[in-house]
């Protein structure tokens, strides 16, 4: 069985954030991995959304993209 549970080291213990929902005493081998700080809210689509301004005529794309949503006939207009 592997569980993965994140802790916080404080010397040589470890706490963990959860139970690992196994009885006291019960033998276990752990791998210790550093894992880096969580990212900022919205870094993600910031670091994608850069991509696209390296890209020719993006734009112009997008604008037409957004024309005909708007223009579809599906949709109720917006005031």
Same mark, same amino acid.
């Given at each position: ?19 690992? &929902? ?5 033998? %276990?081998?752990?791998? =210790?991995?550093?894992?880096?700080? @969580?990212? /900022?809210?919205? #870094? &993600? ?5 850069? %991509?696209?301004?390296? =890209?020719?005529?993006?734009?112009? @794309?997008? /604008?037409?993209? #957004?024309?005909?949503r ?10």
């Open positions: 069985m592997t569980t993965v549970i994140r802790g916080v080291v404080h010397g040589t213990t470890i706490q963990l954030k959860e139970s690992p &929902g196994m009885p006291d005493g019960q033998e %276990v081998e752990v791998v =210790v991995r550093v894992i880096g700080p @969580a990212p /900022a809210w919205g #870094e &993600g689509i910031l670091r994608s959304a850069g %991509v696209a301004a390296q =890209v020719t005529g993006f734009d112009e @794309a997008f /604008a037409e993209i #957004e024309r005909a708007k223009a579809s006939a599906f949709r109720e207009p917006e005031p």
